[in-house]
């Protein structure tokens, strides 16, 4: 099996702050741990200790040959009050965005991941339309901060997994049902996008540059229904992905509003991503409201189905609301052994890489195995294991195989034969 990349192609990994720099941050995951909702109990606190290990983590992105690599910064450490900025941890993010930049890897800056401060979640974070200034003033200063060292930004990762896990599904803090505030927070989430798409923009070129891109991180899944023949099964997957995904782009994307959805700002149709970031994990399968797995299938460590054509049906799909580059902001699998990820990863890019649609980047979820929000520890994603006892990394099979799929180009005999042949998925059998 050999397959090879696109001319041009970029390979790295992805993470965020949360989920990797550890440190008794006041934010809306450590309330919620507090409040024990973290299935294995672990605390954010703890995370990769990233905020203390950045060189030697950049060091080992250096040794692994990556090209690229998507990061996020903390709010709540940045303005840890409402009137208050802290430099100091501006001044450590511009030297990790340094160090990076040295060694030609170069930064993609996501400004919001699922992290609010205390100060904001106590206001009602994005559920209120009064609230949203204090992201765009955020915004604002971390593009004054780091505009002369990243190019490249996510405004907001996920809106979709984020609002419906914290207001419809109510598992995520602040533990809502509603549909009504998930639809308000999605509204506002894009309001927040397009706003910041003009201000990145429109500050960066003040400060001279004219290579400033920005989108957001899509969670795209793809949604089948369970009997292809049933038409209630076939109208709830297509209600599911409107509902779930569909709207949101069209919103954030274009600024086209559609049911649930309403424009409260009179805001103007245009174009307001530069690419398309696609975070891409899994299909649902639909008979009725909730997602479902089909059965038979490949799944990973949390029960999700390994569906590798499904990140070009996905890419596809948005290709169809607006046509631009393709990156692939994250893609990856829970597998605490790392026993089938080099399959997962191998065969997710030999779908991009055989498809006529414009891929231009990946970035793998995760560079360091990290505290995954509910999951907490016990969810491993990265290229790298890391013993939370002791902090040490340790660079996994799949990391390996990535950094020489860098080197080749794309997928080798040799390298097929030594990392991806003999692996098995394990099944929902
Ligand atoms: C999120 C990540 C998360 C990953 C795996 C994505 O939904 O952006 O923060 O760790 O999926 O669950």
């Not at 941050?25 to 299935?39: C, Q």
Request: hydrophobic share 35%; proline share 3%; glycine share 6%.
């Amino acid at each position: 099996m050999e397959f090879r990349f696109k001319d041009g192609f970029l390979m790295g990994v992805s993470s965020a702050s949360t989920q990797i720099e550890g440190g008794e941050i006041e934010n809306n995951w450590l309330d919620w741990y507090r409040k024990g909702h973290i299935h294995d109990n672990t605390s954010p606190a703890v995370a990769d200790d990233h905020w203390n290990r950045w060189e030697e983590d950049t060091q080992l992105m250096i040794d692994m040959k990556l090209q690229i690599s998507r990061f996020g910064i903390e709010w709540a450490r940045i303005q840890p009050a409402e009137d208050r900025i802290d430099k100091a941890a501006i001044q450590r993010y511009r030297k990790e965005l340094m160090m990076l930049r040295d060694h030609g890897i170069r930064p993609l800056l996501t400004i919001h991941h699922f992290s609010n401060p205390m100060w904001f979640e106590e206001k009602g974070a994005f559920l209120k339309r009064e609230n949203l200034h204090y992201f765009l003033k955020f915004a604002e200063l971390a593009v004054k901060c780091f505009g002369d060292l990243a190019s490249d930004y996510i405004t907001i990762n996920e809106p979709n997994v984020y609002a419906s896990n914290s207001y419809m599904w109510g598992e995520w803090n602040p533990g809502h049902k509603s549909f009504k505030e998930y639809a308000a927070v999605l509204e506002n989430f894009a309001y927040c996008h397009i706003k910041a798409y003009q201000m990145i923009h429109r500050v960066r070129s003040r400060m001279g540059y004219s290579d400033t891109k920005v989108g957001f991180a899509n969670h795209l899944r793809v949604f089948d229904p369970k009997n292809e023949k049933n038409p209630a099964h076939r109208a709830a997957a297509k209600a599911a992905k409107w509902a779930f995904q569909g709207a949101i782009t069209e919103a954030m994307t274009l600024g086209r509003f559609r049911l649930p959805l309403r424009d409260h700002w009179h805001i103007k149709e245009g174009l307001y991503t530069d690419f398309n970031g696609i975070n891409y994990y899994s299909r649902s399968t639909i008979e009725g409201l909730h997602d479902g797995v089909r059965e038979h299938s490949p799944i990973n460590d949390l029960g999700w189905e390994i569906y590798p054509d499904g990140i070009v049906r996905v890419a596809a799909d948005l290709m169809k609301v607006a046509q631009l580059p393709i990156w692939i902001t994250e893609n990856g699998t829970a597998d605490t052994n790392d026993s089938f990820r080099p399959r997962y990863i191998a065969e997710h890019l030999k779908a991009i890489s055989e498809s006529d649609l414009p891929f231009e980047r990946y970035y793998h979820w995760c560079f360091c195995d990290n505290w995954e929000w509910l999951e907490g520890q016990s969810a491993r994603f990265g290229l790298v294991h890391v013993d939370y006892d002791t902090q040490k990394r340790t660079v996994k099979d799949s990391g390996r195989m990535f950094t020489e799929m860098i080197e080749a180009g794309g997928m080798t005999e040799d390298i097929w034969d030594r990392y991806v042949k003999d692996v098995e998925y394990n099944t929902n059998d």
